[in-house]
């Protein structure tokens, strides 16, 4: 378990700053942030949902934005160290 935890941490690792490296830059989406984030539209939102749409919605949209870009090299990095922890952990728990 050891050895997996060791396989996971370098494989996952080295695909995060792959990823990381090799990302285009945010600018293909500024327009879209722009509007998403417009006053105009956030009163739409709450007018429809109240505040409780508008939160949900910045949350959902911080969570979409994880999975693109730069930051799916980051959330690919401590997604593979957070399991090569548990796994290492379970392995020394298994002695």
Do not use: C, H
């Amino acid at each position: 378990m050891k050895i997996a935890s060791i396989l996971v941490l370098a494989i996952g690792l080295s695909v995060a700053a792959g990823i990381y490296l090799f990302a285009p830059e945010e600018d293909e989406a500024a327009a879209m942030y722009d509007l998403a984030n417009s006053k105009q539209y956030n009163r739409t939102l709450r007018q429809f949902g109240g505040k409780a749409s508008v939160l949900f919605d910045d949350v959902q949209r911080w969570f979409a934005a994880r999975w693109q870009g730069k930051q799916l090299g980051v959330t690919i990095g401590w997604l593979s160290a957070g399991t090569a922890l548990v796994l290492y952990l379970a392995s020394r728990r298994g002695k």
